[in-house]
C-alpha cells in the first residue's frame, strides 16, 4: 500500500509536470496547439483529465487535475480550427461523477465530448448552488455577540482598569452556553470549509 501511494504520487506529480509544458507550449499560439493537437490522442487524454482522471485522485487534488485539463483545452482549441473540429466530433464516456438523480439520467455510453463538458459544468454549477444554499442557511443564524463577564471596567484614581470579578462555580446555564457557542462555532467552521469545496465544483 505504502508503495502504490509513491508511484500513484509519482504519476500524478509526472502528468501536472507534463501538462503545465503543454499548456506553455500552447498558450496563445496557433503553430504550436496545431501541432501539439496533433499528437496521437492527445485532445481526447486532455478531455480524459477533466471527465475521468480525477476520480483516481484523492478529493483534494480532482479539482487541480480538472482545471489543468481545461485549460490544456482551452488552449489547445483557442487558435487552432483544425484542433477545434477535432474536440467538437470526438465522441466520449461522461464524467465518472455524472450523477443520476430524479431529474437527471446518467449517459450511457459514448456522447458528444462537448456535450459530456456542458454536462459536467452544469452538474458542478448545481451541486455549487446546493452547497452555497446549505452554507446560507448555516450562516443566516447570525451568533449575537457575547458580553465578557469575567470582569468589569473600574475606575480607581483617575485610571480605568479591567477587574476580574470572583469567579463563582459555573452555573448550569452558563455550562449550556459555553456548549451552545462552541457547536455553534463548529457548524460555522463546517459550512465555511464545505463552502470552500464548494466554490471548487
Request: charge should be negative.
Amino acid at each position: 500500500l505504502f508503495r502504490s501511494y509513491h508511484v500513484g504520487k509519482a504519476v500524478e506529480d509526472c502528468m501536472r509536470a507534463i501538462i503545465g509544458v503543454l499548456l506553455n507550449l500552447t498558450n496563445d499560439n496557433e503553430w504550436g496547439s496545431t501541432k501539439t493537437g496533433e499528437q496521437d490522442n492527445l485532445i481526447s487524454t486532455a478531455l480524459s483529465c477533466v471527465l475521468q482522471v480525477p476520480q483516481y485522485l484523492p478529493q483534494e487534488q480532482r479539482f487541480d487535475i480538472r482545471v489543468l485539463g481545461l485549460g490544456l483545452l482551452i488552449n489547445l482549441v483557442e487558435y487552432s480550427a483544425r484542433n477545434r473540429h477535432c474536440l467538437v466530433s470526438m465522441e466520449t464516456t461522461c464524467s465518472y461523477d455524472s450523477f443520476s438523480g430524479e431529474d437527471r439520467v446518467k449517459v450511457v455510453g459514448e456522447l458528444n465530448a462537448v456535450h459530456a463538458l456542458v454536462q459536467l459544468f452544469l452538474e458542478r454549477e448545481r451541486a455549487a448552488q446546493l452547497a452555497e444554499s446549505q452554507t446560507d442557511e448555516l450562516i443566516k443564524e447570525v451568533p449575537t455577540a457575547q458580553h465578557d463577564k469575567s470582569g468589569e471596567w473600574q475606575e480607581s484614581g483617575g485610571e480605568i482598569q479591567w477587574v476580574a470579578t470572583e469567579k463563582n462555580a459555573n452555573t448550569e446555564e452558563q455550562v449550556q452556553e459555553k456548549k451552545d457557542d462552541e457547536e455553534e462555532e463548529l457548524d460555522l467552521n463546517k459550512a465555511l470549509q464545505h463552502a470552500g469545496r464548494s466554490e471548487e465544483h
